[in-house]
């Protein structure tokens, strides 16, 4: 089998694969409030995560001042932990809350661009730190994508990783 290159490429290195791509390529990240970029101790979600939770709360009901999205971690699942993720009223006494988009607009944005919250508590926090949520919309896909580097191993739902 022979590769087409373009010109001013070269050809990969022997046993490199697709693998060994970037997962965050093509993406728009969002860092927290208060936080560094790709701080290995915060969460950060791209702008069409953003879009999504605030369509989706205004559809919910939930106030982007008061409310926010919880992300948290399980047991069960086919690898042993699996991903939770729903909207709260306010948050707990001892979440982390992450503050993300203020001031951004999105298209079709129901909050007038104002900043989601976003809720980790504490032993979710273990698992998640360092992680990315994006909202993938494929033909053959819609939802939430947790891109986390704490994932040793995942099954193929998506919804299910080991740590």
Avoid: H, W
Wanted: hydrophobic content about 35%; charged content about 20%.
């Amino acid at each position: 089998m022979s590769t087409l290159l373009q010109p001013g490429t070269s050809a990969p290195a022997p046993g490199a694969s697709a693998e060994n791509k970037d997962p965050l390529a093509g993406m728009t990240l969002l860092t927290a409030e208060g936080q560094q970029p790709r701080a290995k101790q915060a969460v950060e979600i791209t702008k069409n995560a953003l879009k999504r939770i605030r369509v989706a709360m205004a559809k919910e009901g939930v106030s982007p001042d008061q409310g926010g999205l919880r992300l948290g971690v399980q047991g069960g699942g086919c690898s042993g932990l699996s991903y939770n993720i729903r909207f709260d009223t306010q948050p707990r006494e001892r979440d982390r809350t992450f503050i993300f988009g203020a001031g951004i607009e999105t298209p079709n944005d129901p909050s007038g661009a104002k900043p989601v919250r976003v809720f980790v508590d504490p032993k979710s926090f273990l698992y998640l730190a360092g992680m990315v949520l994006d909202f993938e919309e494929t033909l053959m896909r819609q939802g939430f994508n947790f891109i986390n580097p704490n994932s040793t191993k995942s099954c193929g739902c998506g919804s299910s990783f080991s740590a």
